[in-house]
């Protein structure tokens, strides 16, 4: 689905591929709601009877609304707003996991993010968790569900799986990773970091107990803002890693068991979520499996068009069902930093190089500790960046020096 025809994204001849990281540009809406806001509004929700401080409680609330449609939540009130996707782990990981015994276990898998390694290895060393990290194939990034069905103990108290990598971009098999952990009665965690968005997500088919995502990556708002689901009958499984004002229930000294209010605390990034509200808007208007049709016709470009390329690896999946827009690549003799400054300074396309906050991931893969340079499409990435894209990146592996 190309960008519309007038859309001007301000970058002039640069083609922005950094999408794993935020999401660039943005909707007009969302920046408008946003201006809005700070112009016309500027209230905190709970915290007034006048009319400014309602609106932003109608904010939140439509917000919540539009989150909650496009997974497919039993209600919005089990959204639960956070900072970003790294904190909506961290309430899940550390509510579930701080106070279990020592010796208890969570497993996942080498392909995870350091939203989730970090927390998990900062437990092993705090209250003796024994984290299993399973792992993946190391041409596709796949893990196999029945590994974690094999390493299940007594003691294991969480299972966490990413959806889409954020380094290879494939698409686990989540759904069969959540009915293992329901037939076994252990919590389910689902990173969903890089897929919510771009590839369809029904919360209620999934059955995990837990998923967790930004909101300024697929969904297309700002920056600070994520977003934790949590199933009916979930929240018990947290204790409350931070408490504090909500704006509801001030009489009570404790804070509050409903949801969302038992893991909010203080004023929310209301202009923030003003313009998360318009991107969730703008996804529901296209249509997650448009979006993801988009999506494929770009991968499905991208690799026939590097496909052969002498000189440049494209790590990941080939089969376009088990990945999403998220290219790892490597130039022979070029240092993944080198290449992605090649890229933007002789043809102004922006990447990412390294590790990408995923060691194990690459470790996988084999590019580890050095990384790879990362090409990642949005919703507003054309048939003709990718084109473009392809062509520098064929025409700098050709020019890179030979290794001896």
């Known amino acids: 689905m190309p960008a519309p025809a007038a859309y001007d994204d301000g970058m002039a001849d640069r083609i922005y591929m950094d999408n794993s990281a935020t999401s660039f540009p943005k909707p007009p809406a969302v920046t408008e709601a946003m201006v809005r806001f700070a112009t016309e509004c500027g209230a905190s929700a709970g915290r007034g009877a006048y009319a400014e401080a309602k609106e932003c409680e109608e904010i939140l ?3 919540r609304q539009r989150v909650a449609e496009l997974i497919n939540a039993e209600g919005p009130e089990r959204i639960v707003f956070a900072m970003n996707c790294s904190e909506a782990l961290i309430i899940a990981i550390r509510g579930l996991l701080n106070t279990a015994p020592a010796g208890s276990g969570a497993i996942t898998t080498t392909m995870e993010h350091n939203s989730v390694l970090r927390p998990l290895n900062a437990l092993a060393g705090q209250t003796g968790l024994k984290p299993e990290f399973l792992p993946c194939d190391s041409s596709t990034g796949l893990v196999d569900p029945d590994d974690f069905r094999r390493v299940i103990r007594p003691e294991t108290k969480l299972i966490a799986c990413v959806h889409v990598s954020n380094v290879t971009g494939t698409i686990q098999p989540i759904g069969e990773v959540a009915r293992i952990a329901r037939e076994h009665g252990i919590p389910c965690l689902i990173d969903a970091a890089q897929s919510v968005g771009h590839v369809p997500l029904d919360v209620r088919a999934l059955g995990a107990d837990f998923v967790a995502f930004p909101g300024h990556k697929g969904l297309l708002g700002p920056l600070g803002t994520g977003v934790l689901y949590i199933r009916p009958g979930a929240k018990d499984y947290l204790t409350t890693m931070k408490e504090g004002g909500t704006g509801t229930i001030s009489e009570q000294p404790v804070q509050p068991s409903t949801m969302p209010d038992k ?3 203080g004023s929310h990034n209301a202009i923030g979520l003003a313009g998360l509200s318009e991107g969730a808007a703008w996804v529901l208007q296209r249509g997650v499996d448009a979006l993801r049709s988009h999506d494929e016709q770009l991968c499905r470009l991208f690799m026939e ?23 790892s690549v490597r130039a022979a003799g070029l240092s993944p930093s080198v290449l992605a400054e090649m890229l933007e300074r002789k043809y102004g396309i922006l990447t990412r190089p390294g590790v990408h906050c995923a060691p194990l991931a690459h470790k996988t893969i084999g590019t580890y500790p050095t990384g790879t340079t990362r090409l990642s499409l949005g919703a507003f990435t054309t048939d003709e960046h990718v084109r473009r894209a392809a062509a520098a990146l064929i025409e700098i592996a050709r020019r890179a020096p030979v290794q001896s």
């Open 61 to 63: 609330a439509r917000c």
């Open 263 to 265: 893991f909010e605390i």
């Open 305 to 327: 068009l590097t496909d052969g390329a002498e000189g440049l690896t494209v790590y990941g999946p080939r089969d376009i069902a088990q990945r999403a827009g998220v290219f």
